[in-house]
């Protein structure tokens, strides 16, 4: 009975984990099959790199790894720089309207950038920066979800260490360089994981905000190759498709554990 | 020791609003100029050639309540989150309890469960399509394998959210899998042995003392799911674009069309006024409710 029920389970489990991935192996199979055999599911045609020769030469897919590479990582400066002061300011110093100031910070949790894209991009136009990556990744970079995060991270680091280093003759900037960000390094590694792989895969927001191939993010620039007006058959969609998730993809599968962990501390505050 | 501890407090009020500064400025740069703007545009009429603006008070309100399509986004996006929320919770708890249960191939299976998390919505987009092109697609090819017709799911009013919440639920439940798991291993092993020892089935112990604690998990994650019910719409840009005759429309990719394709601000900005309205609320009780045990000093 025990027996029969713990099989039943693992059953159930590698079944569920099947449906779960067919989708990337169909996808996988399409890509690397000529569009006919991809219909008909014929398991013993030849294999084929052609779509992905002709999803390549498709679109500027170069310069959209680029623009996204560049994206991400002024994205990842931008929050660092700006949540980490700010969530130094609300763990450590005391001051008034400090409470107020932080409910309106938690506010922004719930009204996201995403909602307000109508008046960001009338922003973003006023301020010169529309079909920029800049304009693409600023409306993200003080974000309340980071300010959050590292405040939690910096109320953890012992006050002792805050003292010892203000007796050393540490300035204020001084000890949050060299005492809290060096102790809240997973923190860190956590919120770069969560934060590129949001913004890998940010579309909406750069979709109103590019005009161009100098600054399309291969998001944007997929779904501009997908487009059925472009008349480009599945096999050559899913070569495309999976190009752009290729190096996330991977880099998910190698950094298995971190990535969940990071998924984990930063959701779990 | 006044005079000491005055200078230090104003010390630390200066470096704290210095410090402050620049981030306050971004959020009010990108979140709270924004808000208002976005309020103020709603009260006004949408600037013609012919009709300059004018304020018109709650008339773009009006207007809204008064079109049948808005009207259907909505129930569109009640559906949809009344189905991805409790299907993509139910589905990430079976996933979790599994994952964290002893089965073969555990790391295998994980894996399976997370991916879809990293990919891209577009790219998930993209992968489903293949399963639901007529003719063609994965279901319609397993579908003739039963003499079934072929169906155009992604093209009739009937199917097309449907299709669209599928990929939803498929992209969501391994990410609140991995909060389940965590907090799976967070239940000592001691309440597992005593039910056994009462006699517990695995039933009762999973409903009786598994679900109980994992109540909080589930909050957290019901309050994710509902803020992605509003946020995830990428796919609709591929899979269906709203359509057939706005059957899979939803709010914002509503909001998206009104502005950037009908060039109606004041309209989209009604909308939005609406949704924040929405997840004013849902932020108000979750900071003044669901918070109260979970404490954020």
Known sequence: ?269 | MSAHANLERRRQAIYGWLLLTPALALLSIFAFYPTIATLWTSLFSRGTRRNPVEFVGTGNYADLFADPTFWLVVKNNLLYAGVTIPVSIGIALAMALWANGKIRARSFVRTAYFTPTVLPMIAAANLWLFFYTPGLGVLDQIGSLFGLPSVNWLGQPETALWAIIIVTIWKEAGFFMIFYLAALQTIPEDLKEAADIEGASRWTYTRRIVLPLLMPTTLFIAVNALINSVKLIDHLFILTKGGPSDASKLLLYYIWEMAFAFFDAPQAAAMTILVIAVLAVVAAVKFSYLDKRTHYQ
């Open chain 1, 1 to 269: 009975m025990k027996r029969l029920s713990s099989f039943l389970d693992s059953f159930g489990a590698i079944l569920l984990a099947i449906i779960w991935i067919a989708p990337l192996l169909f996808a996988f199979w399409a890509a690397t099959h000529s569009t006919s055999d991809a219909v008909n599911l014929n398991l013993f045609s030849p294999w084929t790199l052609e779509n992905f020769r002709v999803a390549w030469n498709g679109a500027p897919w170069l310069k959209y790894f680029l623009n996204t590479f560049v994206l991400v990582t002024i994205i990842l400066i931008g929050q660092f720089f700006f949540t980490t002061l700010a969530g130094f300011a609300f763990a450590q110093l005391n001051f008034r309207g400090k409470e107020f100031v932080f409910i309106l910070v938690l506010m922004q949790l719930f009204i996201l950038p995403e909602v307000l894209i109508v008046e960001n991009y009338v922003m973003i136009s006023r301020l010169g920066l529309f079909d920029t990556i800049l304009g693409v990744g600023m409306p993200y970079m003080a974000s309340a979800f980071g300010i959050f995060l590292m405040r939690q991270a910096f109320k953890g680091v012992p006050i002792e260490l805050h003292e010892a280093a203000r007796i050393e003759g540490c300035g204020l900037l001084g000890i949050l360089w060299r005492v809290y960000v060096p102790l809240a390094k997973p923190t860190y590694l956590a919120y770069a994981l969560v934060s590129v792989s949001t913004h890998w895969n940010n579309f909406l927001w750069p979709l109103i905000v590019t005009n161009s191939p100098d600054t399309r993010p291969l998001t944007v620039g997929l779904s501009i190759f997908g487009a059925p007006e472009n008349g480009v058959d599945i096999s050559i969609i899913s070569a495309a498709t999976m190009m752009s998730i290729a190096p996330l993809l991977i880099g998910f599968l190698l950094f298995q554990r971190q990535f969940v962990q990071a998924f984990l501390r930063a959701g779990i505050k």
